[in-house]
Structures are given as structure tokens and as C-alpha cells.
């Protein structure tokens, strides 16, 4: 180890926008051919000193070595120069640009470009072989799977001759089998001696794929271990600063009544498109019902229906009387008066007014309720107090109402939502993604507030994309793909495999190997009626 | 309708498409990097002013092309600065270039000339005169392809030849060359620009700067070619027209060239009212023929042509994201 220089050194880095330190005085090495990871949670700095590496933000202070030589990054062309890609959690493609298009961009070779596009095609066939990057040249960004765009991300990197690849959050938008692949596909290149930065907040990916693990906790660097003698308890302590408790801890599920029954439900966008194709389930009180699924399969529509934001065709009933689907009655004003409290997907967009203060976000859809009013006015006073009692209670931090939504971490916001939607002691809780973008100590308590409430014989629909986070909290596992329920299974004795293949759209078990299967699948599914994903 | 009164349409057609092919084709490279212009029509009428007193002044008409495009490109950097260094409203800025222009040029030519908010007359040199292509006298008694050889395709001024070479060149640019891929993609994802080490800033600034130069050119036809020095409002409408044409062509050149020969054509008939009469065999009202190509501005731009998808990042100023 001594003789070799490390791919990348950082010494010293720190970075603040405005009064919020992002980066402080951190150091780290990476040496060449390992796979490094760099976990923490939402807003530790992990993007932004990746950023700083990519040459997006310029560093208030420290140093940059590059395979032992001191290197100055001032911008993205420097980065690439130095032979650092990076495949952003949220892809940088030209969606109406070709595959070939995309990877040429900033690449050119010439001011005409015929000579480059045919260079480009040459070498992706040969890098399509080297590393299972196989996707089409010619095929536009919008009409391939969010799998595909990955790869192509990735090509874009290899393609200007990148050794050094940093990941930001590559799995959030995988299905199980396009994540496995990535990961065969990080090994090939690991094994072709190029160094990889996996910045990921998933523990599992952390200690399955890594060589060694930094850990960050806001701002700063806590950690640095070889992953083989670390575990998940030890790096999630580290991440959050205290123990935190990994697995759920729930007593068995006591079902009694149906509260939700769904028969033959069919959703249509307003694009024509046929969403939900006829799913029917039921839900009992005291129970959670997890639907899992890759994002884009009808569950955001399912919800939205259930919730009263849009309409559809089938029969729902609440706790045997029916539910209104289409009529006067099928708005979510409707369906609070009915119990049923809703926890939307996107809470930027659904869940909150971000530039309203976090004690009008806590009546939103409550507003009505006579007990806000002093005649024509609203009580402000008496919401504001309540709203400092909720945001208490639900260890909102900082519990000041009069704080703009936006101000709050997405943990933070996600539990001002639940405090809105669980206060009302609904029969049914709709929850939508409940900690997309939330760190671990807020996941902790949000999951614990959910089973809470089914332990006090609430029904509750669970929709996620985090297959963990389904297998953890559901005592029903339900599998949405394409529209349809692929088949409902018991969490003690299903497996990951199989609910990922679910996911994919394969019910039975094949002889071939998994990941193939999918590959198949999804190749079938994206020159079909694709169902698209994102 | 005879053959010669057909050739006299679409000659008056190719006249009146020019500028607004033009204005197209600027608003096509700004509105392809992700900078809408509503500013077309003050840039337009600035270079209008310009062109004009400059030829006035120094009896050169090429000086006089040169002070418009100079003034149109003023503006652009102007609207540059305001919308992709101080990543302002788009629109915004382009409303108040067109107020600026409205007022300003009157304002200038008053003090300058006091002709009423007007320039002199230009004469000789100070216009650009048309031009007779090679052999078009020999072959004009040539059937068909005589008259059409000397009649529409001869006998125009420089600029509108170049107007029409600009569409090829436009979509040899755009499709064939680094720029023209760069140029698209700022328009469609800045990040992936961006990240891709190339300057968003940069592009930006010279597809502005070439919308300048092409709002220039065809302000100066309007003062130095169709007619013989400014009027107050001259550009009427035209780059407004012109925005709709842009979409109507789907930010396409070939198409920009297709739409704007309709507006082209609609203006043309416009100024022929016994045409329409002996044709059709009723008298339409000049007004109505008049307001043709606005009527159509509107039913393109209230999307009666189908759908048509501006450049995804149109409008919105590119902000680094955290």
C-alpha cells in the first residue's frame, strides 16, 4: 500500500453557504481499485463535498490531490481533465437527445459532428462488451428505463476516459435486479482498476459492495473504516450521533374488522392512460398494508384516488358503507370527513405550502373545522398554540410554528405532515413514500408513530418504494406492477428476491438467472406500452 | 387570376415573408438555448431606426446595416444581462426592450430629424437596391421558368437572398456542428451542460448575440429595402408574428421558412383587395384582409395547430442546484 499513491486526497476541505457549514475540514483517501462509500444523512455534506471534487462548488479552503499530485478544480472540465466522472442522483441527460448524443455532448471531437458521433458509437460497443453497458445508441433518453439512463450516465463518464467514478445515491430509482446489475457493473470496473466513490444513506449497500466507508455527520468527517470490521449498528450510530434502533420492533398485528375494501378498481390519467387496471384488497383495522413497487406502477394513482384527489371507476367501501368515486362526494374534503387522513407522496407538492408557516400547514384541509374559527375569522392564536403542542409531541425540531415550512429538514416536514393527518384520529391513513428524503433518526420515529397507530386499530396503507422499509413495517405485503396487484405475500416468509422479482413483473420463479429474467422483462415492457418509471 | 398576377403575389410574398423570416430565425437560436424573446419586435424596430439614419447620414446603406445590427445587438446584450447574468424574468425583460424601442426611436428621430418621429427619405445609395441575377433578361422568354426566373426569383434586394440561405445554413449549424448540439441541449437541460464542462453562460450569450445580429438585419430590410427610411412603429407587429411563426414551426428552420411564407403570403393578399374581389366575387373589407396574419398569430398561438413542445428549459434561468 505504501508504494502506491492514493486516487484521491482530500485535505482539509471546507465549504459554507452562507451561515450553514457544509463541509468542515475534511480529509480522506481513497486508494485506487476499491470501491469507497460515503454514508450520512440528508444535509451531512456528503453531495457537496462530492460537488467540491466534481468542481460544481468551489472549496473555501483545502486541497485536492489526484493520484498523489496536487490538483486544482475550478470547474466541471477541470474534474473531467483529471479523469473524474460522476453519475448525479438526478440524471444530467438531454431527454430528446440519442444515447450517442448525450455522451458526446462537451465531448466533441471536432467543430463538425459526424466524425464524433461515429468515434462515439465505435467505443460504446466496445465499452457495452468490457462492462455489461449494453443499451441502444440510437435510442432517445425518454424512451428508456430509468436503468438504462443510469448506464448511459455512466458511459458518459467512461467515455471521457473517467477512473475515478462517483455515485451519488445510484439505487434510490433501481428496482433490486437493475441495482444488482449496477453493482456487477461497479465490480467489473473496480476489477479494470478504476476507483469508485458510492455515496448512498443505504446501510446494506454500504457493507454488501464497499471496500472501506467514511462516515459523515453534519459537515463533518466522524469515520473512516474498512468495511469488513465495521457493522451497520456501528456506522448508523456514527451516522446519527446516538444508538439508533435498525429493525422495527412491533408486536404481532391483532386484524379485526375490514375498513377499506377495495373491489375491481380501475384509474385513468388524464392522458388516457389506463393507471390502475382492476386491483381489489382489503384492509383490516390494525393492520398495515404495504404495497411495494418500483415507482410509476399505478400506486401514486391508487392513492390519489383513495384520497379523493382524483376519480376513478370500482367500489370502495369504509367500514361497509360506501366511498363516492366520481360524484359530488369523491373530493379529499369528503373523504376526511369519512376518517380517512391522508400522508401524500410528495410532500413538497402535496403535503405542505412550503412558503406558508409550519402552524397553517398543520390545519390544511382541516381549515373548516369549527374549532379554528371565531366567527368569520380564523383563531390564529388558539392554531398557533395547538400547532406548538403537535409539533412537540411529534419532536418537530425547531418546535416554532411560525417558521416557514420550507425551513424545516424534510424529516422535519414529513413530520409536521404526519402530526396534521394522524391528530385527526382517522380510521384510515393513506401514507404515500413516508421518508423519501428523511434521515435515520426522523425514520425511526416516524415508523414508530405509524405502528402506534395501527396498534390503536387504525387501518393503514402503506405505499413505498423502499422495499425495506415495506418488509419492515407491513403485516401485508402487496406487489403493484403495471398497474396490477402482482400478488400479496406475508412478509415473515417472503424474501427480497421474490417481491423484486414481483416488482419486475414475474410472478413465478424461473430457472434462468434472476437478474436476466428482468433484464428480458424490461427490455419487452420498454418497446411495448412501457410503464414508465420516474 | 393570370400567370402574372400569381407571380406578383408570391413576389410581394417573398418581400413582406423576409423580415419575418429573419426575426424567426433569430428567435429560433435564442428560444433553442433556453432564452425566450418577446423582445424580437423592439430589436427589430431599433435596427430599423438605426439603419435608416446611419444610411441617411452617410449615404452608405451597408453603414446604415451595420448601425442596426449594432443597436439590435445592444438590446440583446441587454436582455442577456438582465436574463442569464442576473437570471431575471424572461419576459419581463423582453417586454421592456419593446417599450424602449417604441419610445426611444421616435424620441431620437424627432430630436434628430424633427420630421415627426420619422427619418428622410433614402435615396441611391442609401438603400439597398435590387438586384438582377445572371441571365434573367436573356431567359425571361423562356416559358414558365422565364417569368418565374426573372419575375419572383430575380430582382430582390441582397437581403432577402440571405434571409433565405440562412435557413439551410441555420439547420446545417444546428444539426450538424458542436454548437448547434450544445446549443440545443442548453436549451433542453442546462445541468447536462454544465456538468458536461461546457459554460451555459457562455452559449447562452452567443446565441443572444446571434439573434441580435439576425433581429438586425431584418430591422434594416425593413428601413433600407421594402421602404425608404423609418416610420414610427414601422416593425408592426412583425416580431410578434414572428414569435408565432417560431412556434407554429415547432423551433424548426425549415419549417420557420414554411410558416413565415404564410404570414408572408397573407400580408401580400392583404395589399391586392381586388384580387380577392375577382376571385372570389365579393368584396372583402381591406381591414379584415388586414388583420389576416393577427387573426392567424391568435388561432396558432391558442394552439389550434397541434401540440408543439418549446425547448424545456425555454425561459427558465439555469440556477446551480445544491
Redesign the interface.
Given at each position: 500500500m505504501s508504494g502506491t499513491a492514493p486516487a484521491i486526497e482530500l485535505k482539509g476541505i471546507s465549504k459554507a453557504?452562507g451561515p450553514v457549514q457544509a463541509n468542515k475540514d475534511i480529509s480522506i483517501r481513497v486508494m485506487p481499485g476499491t470501491i469507497h462509500g460515503i454514508i450520512g444523512e440528508n444535509g451531512a455534506g456528503k453531495?457537496?463535498l462530492m460537488?467540491i471534487l466534481?468542481?460544481?462548488?468551489k472549496a473555501d479552503k483545502g486541497e485536492v490531490f489526484i493520484n498523489g499530485t496536487k490538483t486544482e478544480i475550478p470547474?466541471?472540465?477541470?474534474?473531467?481533465a483529471a479523469g473524474i466522472g460522476?453519475v448525479?442522483q438526478h440524471f444530467?441527460?438531454?431527454?430528446?437527445?440519442t444515447v450517442v448524443?448525450?455522451v458526446?455532448?462537451?465531448?466533441?471531437d471536432?467543430?463538425?459532428?459526424?466524425p464524433?458521433i461515429a468515434k462515439a458509437r465505435k467505443s460504446l460497443k466496445q465499452l457495452a462488451e468490457e462492462y455489461e453497458l449494453n443499451v441502444d445508441p440510437d435510442a432517445k433518453i425518454e424512451d428508456l428505463s430509468v436503468g438504462h439512463q443510469q448506464r448511459v450516465e455512466i458511459l458518459?463518464a467512461l467515455y471521457r476516459q473517467a477512473d475515478i467514478l462517483i455515485l451519488d445515491e445510484p439505487t434510490g430509482v433501481l428496482t433490486p435486479a437493475e441495482a444488482d446489475h449496477l453493482f456487477r457493473i461497479l465490480d467489473n470496473l473496480r476489477n479494470e482498476g478504476k476507483t469508485i466513490i458510492l455515496i448512498t444513506h443505504k446501510l446494506r449497500e454500504i457493507m454488501e459492495y464497499t471496500d472501506t466507508v467514511s462516515v459523515m455527520r453534519q459537515g463533518e468527517m466522524t469515520a473512516t473504516v474498512k468495511t469488513a470490521e465495521t457493522s451497520p449498528e456501528q456506522l448508523a450510530e456514527l451516522m446519527v450521533g446516538r444508538k439508533v434502533l435498525l429493525r422495527v420492533d412491533k408486536k404481532p398485528a391483532a386484524p379485526g374488522d375490514v375498513v377499506l375494501s377495495v373491489k375491481d378498481l380501475k384509474v385513468t390519467d388524464g392522458a388516457g392512460v389506463e393507471r390502475v387496471k382492476g386491483i381489489s384488497f382489503d384492509i383490516r383495522a390494525g393492520e398495515i398494508y404495504g404495497i411495494a413497487g418500483v415507482a410509476g406502477n399505478g400506486q401514486s394513482e391508487l392513492m390519489e384516488v383513495l384520497g379523493g384527489m382524483r376519480t376513478g371507476t370500482g367500489t370502495i367501501s369504509l367500514n361497509g358503507e360506501p366511498v363516492d368515486l366520481t360524484g359530488k362526494y369523491s373530493d379529499g374534503q369528503s373523504r376526511r370527513a369519512r376518517g380517512i387522513s391522508h400522508v401524500p407522496e410528495d410532500r413538497h407538492d402535496e403535503g405542505l405550502i412550503l412558503d406558508y408557516t409550519a402552524w397553517e400547514n398543520t390545519i390544511f384541509g382541516y381549515h373548516r373545522d369549527p374549532k379554528w374559527s371565531s366567527g368569520p375569522l380564523m383563531n390564529n392564536a388558539a392554531i398557533i398554540q395547538e400547532a406548538e403542542a403537535k409539533m412537540q409531541r411529534f419532536d418537530v425540531r425547531p418546535p416554532i410554528p411560525t417558521l416557514k415550512a420550507k425551513s424545516f429538514s424534510g424529516g422535519n416536514q414529513q413530520k409536521i405532515v404526519l402530526a396534521r393527518e394522524i391528530e385527526k384520529n382517522p380510521d384510515l391513513l393513506l401514507v404515500g413514500q413516508p421518508t423519501r428524503g428523511v434521515d435515520i433518526g426522523a425514520i425511526e420515529f416516524i415508523h414508530q408513530e405509524i405502528i402506534r397507530l395501527r396498534d390503536e386499530g387504525k387501518a393503514i396503507l402503506l405505499v413505498s418504494v423502499e422495499l425495506d422499509e415495506i418488509r419492515s413495517l407491513s403485516d401485508r405485503i402487496a406487489v403493484m406492477f403495471d398497474g396490477k396487484i402482482m400478488g400479496e405475500r406475508d412478509p415473515e416468509t417472503t424474501d427480497e428476491r421474490e417481491l423484486g422479482l414481483m416488482m419486475a413483473g414475474i410472478s413465478e420463479e424461473p430457472d434462468k438467472p434472476a437478474w436476466k429474467a428482468v433484464e428480458e422483462n424490461l427490455e419487452a415492457v420498454e418497446h411495448g406500452e412501457a410503464p414508465k418509471h420516474g | 387570376m393570370d400567370f402574372l398576377t400569381i407571380l406578383q403575389v408570391l413576389d410581394s410574398t417573398i418581400r413582406l415573408a423576409t423580415p419575418l423570416l429573419l426575426a424567426c430565425l433569430a428567435g429560433l437560436f435564442s428560444e433553442r438555448a433556453g432564452i425566450f424573446d418577446i423582445g424580437l419586435e423592439g430589436k427589430m424596430l431599433a435596427a430599423a431606426f438605426f439603419s435608416a439614419a446611419v444610411a441617411y447620414m452617410t449615404g452608405s446603406v451597408w453603414l446604415g446595416l451595420l448601425a442596426g445590427i449594432a443597436a439590435s445587438m445592444a438590446l440583446s446584450a441587454l436582455h442577456g444581462i438582465a436574463s442569464i447574468t442576473f437570471q431575471g424574468n424572461q419576459l419581463i425583460s423582453g417586454v421592456a426592450i419593446n417599450f424602449l424601442a417604441a419610445g426611444m426611436t421616435v424620441l431620437i428621430a424627432q430630436d434628430w430629424f424633427s420630421q415627426g418621429g420619422r427619418t428622410p427619405s433614402l435615396t441611391g445609395a442609401g438603400r439597398f437596391n435590387s438586384i438582377t441575377l445572371p441571365f434573367a433578361e436573356s431567359l425571361q422568354s423562356v416559358p414558365i421558368l422565364g417569368p418565374i426566373y426573372h419575375d419572383l426569383i430575380s430582382g430582390h434586394t441582397i437581403l432577402v437572398y440571405v434571409a433565405f440561405l440562412m435557413v439551410p445554413l441555420t439547420w446545417w449549424i444546428l444539426f450538424r456542428t458542436r454548437f448547434g448540439l450544445r446549443l440545443r441541449a442548453v436549451g433542453e437541460n442546462p445541468a447536462a451542460v454544465d456538468t458536461a464542462g461546457v459554460s451555459v453562460v457562455g452559449l447562452r450569450f452567443a446565441a443572444v448575440g446571434i439573434c441580435g445580429i439576425l433581429c438586425g438585419v431584418a430591422g434594416a430590410y425593413l428601413a433600407t429595402a421594402l421602404q425608404a427610411g423609418f416610420v414610427k412603429d414601422m416593425s408592426a407587429g412583425r416580431g410578434y408574428i414572428a414569435l408565432a411563426a417560431l412556434i407554429f414551426a415547432k423551433w424548426r428552420p425549415w419549417y420557420a421558412l414554411m410558416s413565415t411564407m404564410l404570414f408572408g403570403f397573407l400580408q401580400a393578399i392583404a395589399l391586392r383587395p381586388d384580387l380577392i374581389q375577382n376571385t372570389i366575387g365579393v368584396k372583402v373589407q381591406v381591414q379584415l384582409l388586414d388583420a389576416l396574419p393577427y387573426i392567424l398569430t391568435v388561432i396558432i398561438l391558442a394552439g389550434f395547430v397541434g401540440k408543439a413542445i418549446p425547448p424545456r428549459a425555454g425561459g427558465e434561468p439555469y440556477v446551480k442546484e445544491r
Open positions: 453557504f453531495s457537496t460537488s466534481y468542481g460544481f462548488y470547474d466541471s472540465q477541470a474534474a473531467i460522476m448525479f444530467k441527460l438531454v431527454e430528446n437527445f448524443e448525450n458526446i455532448l462537451g465531448a466533441e471536432g467543430a463538425m459532428l459526424t464524433s458518459k | -
